[in-house]
């Protein structure tokens, strides 16, 4: 017999293939009507995902608040949802690993929202993917992305890859660092675990809940930039960990 927390994750699954339908058809309206403006297709993306991050019962706690105009968002990386709670508090450009653009509904999502696809184990895409990020920003877009090129469960972080860090000191663009921490480490996708399974078991629950918390603009020298990046989130990281009483 299905009980009720598979019942409340199935409905969340349908709430989310429904949601993600419903964005794609406006985002391949948006694209129809204006193929280049990406500012409109990011508003979009942020409608989705704020939409979604109610109906998926995720609690988003933010502090602080990243500035207007073309900055990097840069931070670390717990899971999926991670992208869910940045989009919803800004509409903005993201960096995501190639493999993204071939799954269902949000795959096809994502190629029309103002995303840049990356290998990150290939030098050429990684420089593709700069180029890409550029050209966002150029149009005024912010851009987000995960340094540590892949999901950590916690509680700390992994290094960060130096590329946007060099693009920011390059053509003068602040990088806003930003730290995302999870109640229950649990709740982090790592590792080889399916998204399916993954989002079975996060959601058969009451609540997810999150802090996601925005630094001051950084900028000058990339290298100096990383280090402080780095140390502001892993700082924030335990401190958030500590007030949730992460587990």
């Not at 989705?48 to 019962?57: D, E, F, P, S």
């Not at 053509?171 to 996708?189: L, M, Q, T």
């Amino acid at each position: 017999m299905i009980g009720i927390s598979e019942l409340r994750a199935a409905r969340r699954l349908a709430a989310t293939a429904g949601l993600t339908l419903d964005a794609l058809g406006k985002l391949r309206a948006e694209r129809f009507r204006a193929p280049a403006d990406e500012q409109a297709a990011a508003r979009h993306g942020h409608v989705w995902a704020r939409r979604l991050v109610t109906a998926l019962g995720v609690e988003v706690a933010v502090r602080g608040a990243p500035p207007e105009g073309p900055v990097l968002l840069l931070g670390n990386h717990r899971s999926y949802l991670d992208v869910l709670a940045v989009l919803a508090v800004k509409p903005c450009g993201f960096l995501a690993k190639a493999e993204i653009a071939s799954w269902p509904l949000f795959g096809a999502a994502a190629k029309l929202h103002p995303t840049v696809f990356v290998v990150r184990e290939d030098a050429d895409s990684r420089k593709r993917a700069r180029e890409g990020a550029l050209r966002l920003l150029q149009k005024g877009l912010p851009f987000a992305a995960f340094p540590e090129g892949t999901t950590c469960r916690g509680p700390g972080i992994l290094p960060f890859y130096p590329g946007l860090f060099r693009l920011a000191e390059q053509y003068a663009f602040p990088v806003v660092p930003f730290a995302v921490e999870y109640e229950d480490r649990a709740h982090a996708w790592v590792d080889d675990d399916t998204f399916l399974g993954h989002f079975l078991r996060t959601f058969r629950g009451d609540r997810a809940r999150l802090v996601l918390s925005f630094g001051s603009a950084l900028s000058g020298d990339g290298e100096r930039t990383r280090r402080t990046a780095s140390d502001w989130i892993r700082s924030e990281v335990r401190d958030a960990a500590r007030r949730m009483g992460t587990h």
